[in-house]
């Protein structure tokens, strides 16, 4: 009863958000969007830091901005992280509206450039002034918003037709160290005593990981070194290689800096502004205030043991012992996790690159030099030796050593770090090429569906075909910390989270220049077909909201999203 009176004012909550805020955006082309001379004017109140956008690929199509040799240089680029953050509208997973091309091998432009999506004009922000100002003049002018600092983004949230983008990158006040933290505003409702580090603005995880090996403390972040601190990866939860024994990245913040809807700044802790303070520290980036900078726990270095695990099918009448192997490891995980381990991996049943290497293959030997059809997986354990990372394994391994040899190539590597600091520039901390398009879905999985009779059953749909096959990556980091983090009540998080071991992800791509047709086939197939799978193993989880299905995670609401309770 209690419950349904609840939901009864929910709704009517909403219903009445709804009515409030619906009203369309101005778009470019309606007689409503400012004149050049508003736009000027909101260009000289942030010191001339207006952009309009221009696509990464313009230069490689006909028009006044056509030229060879930036197009040429654009190409070269196209999958570098680097370069892909350093353009207003660069984007980790570009849109479709204005691909690049090699115009050496002699490819021509099959479509106009477009904007397409993308933002039209972009503030680049150098301090929280700028974010207000630009704030305000989409309140004033009914333009939508949308809120970028490094663009590495699979859902698409760094781009909006019709928009005003604030790019966060450059607001860089400087990254501050604290052997001791204390609270701003000196909150009696934090518990932590420990060491922290102020993040003042659009630093990347590269940047602040380098100040805590320093100073001999471990700092949570990306295990994409590129990954900015402040958006999408922390807002929405936030995993990497030591959250296992740390907790995710959204339950490190310890109190942040926001802009709100009305330019208002604000410091949000567990004492003031805690509505704001929950929903940041898991909510969803973008969405409830513009964060510019935050103060996170830094912990003790530890040592850190690792395991390199490979394995693959000696020919492709072994594909039901591979897909057993895979299966096994899964179940095992939620053992290991409570003993102490963690760490990422992927498997397909084939890759378009080598995913199992072969190092010591011989030129006619019976074994091949790499599998594109393969598991791997890295794996650590804090504050072990490599010997004791070994005897955690060992039952795995026994089970493993009934296929080596025989009808699997297996390979296994042990070995040891005096910090983590050294565990992760290492084996974890890695630049992935991007610039492609692809779609993916994924699905947090707990003990009940990494242990279920079903869950080979799972692997082989999610695994696709030899014609049609998928990219799994598992990211094994749930359990430890993460699970005992429920109990705080400032966090935001999926709940999920707290009973999960392994965020699966399954991800397919298509040709440059694939059609509308197949690139929705490839949509259909990863929504309807592998993340249905996926649910039917573990319907009681849910998912990683930074890491799920484009199309499931714009079909769940309305896109115009509140900031702070008032629509941007």
Known sequence: MLFGILLSL?????????????????????????????????????????????????????????????????DAHWTSEAFQASTAIGLSYPTESCPVFNISAGQQPTQNCTLGDQPVYTVNATEAADVAKSIQFAEKNNIRVVIRDTGHDLLRRSTGYG?????IKYVRQGIDYQGTFIHTQKCSKSTWTG??????????????????????????????????????????????????????????????????????????????????????????????????????????????????????????????????????VHNAYPDLSDKGMSGYGSWSIASPTPLVYNYNYTLGGPIAANFTTG????????????????????????????????????????????????????????????????????????????????????????????????????VFIGGGQVTKDGADACSGVNPAWRTSYVHNIVARGWAPGADEATRNAVYSDITNVKVRAMKELAPDTGAYMNEVSYIYFWAAGDADVSLAGRSL
């Open 195 to 328: 060491s922290a580090f102020r993040i003042g603005g659009g630093y990347t995880w590269s940047d602040v990981l380098g100040e805590a090996a320093s100073r001999g403390v471990i700092v949570v972040g990306g295990g994409t070194p590129s990954v900015g601190c402040l958006g999408g990866w922390m807002q929405g939860g936030g995993h990497g290689p030591a959250v296992h024994d740390f907790g995710l990245g959204a339950d490190q913040v310890l109190e942040a800096q926001v802009v709100l809807a009305d330019g208002q700044l604000v410091t949000a802790n567990a004492c003031q502004h805690s509505d704001l303070f929950f929903a940041i520290r898991g909510g969803g980036g973008g969405t409830y205030g513009v964060v510019v900078s935050t103060t996170v726990k830094a912990h003790a270095t530890v040592k850190v043991a690792a395991q390199q695990l490979s394995f693959a099918p000696l020919n492709s009448s072994y594909m039901r012992d591979f897909m057993k192997a895979v299966s096994l």
């Open 10 to 74: 929910l709704c009517a909550l909403g219903e009445a958000v709804v009515e409030a805020n619906n009203k369309c955006r101005c778009a470019p082309t309606d007689p409503c969007w400012p004149s050049i001379a508003e736009w000027n004017n909101l260009n000289n109140s942030v010191s001339g830091k207006l952009i309009q956008n221009v696509q990464p690929a313009a230069p490689c199509y006909p028009g006044p901005l056509q030229n060879d040799a930036a197009c040429e240089y654009v």
């Open 375 to 474: 598991f791997t997986h890295t794996v650590a354990v804090f504050g072990k030796t490599a010997e004791e990372a070994e005897t955690i394994f060992a039952p795995v391994m026994a089970q493993l050593a009934d296929f080596d040899g025989r009808r699997l190539f297996v390979n296994t590597t042990y070995s040891s770090f005096t910090t983590y600091a050294a565990y992760y520039t290492a084996l974890s901390g890695v630049e992935i090429p991007l610039g492609s398009s692809a779609a993916l879905g994924s699905r947090l999985l707990d003990r009940k569906a990494l242990t279920s009779p079903k869950l080979n059953e799972t692997l082989y749909a999610i695994a696709g075909t030899k014609e049609e096959p998928s990219s799994v990556n598992i």
């Open 163 to 167: 928009s005003l983008q604030i790019w």
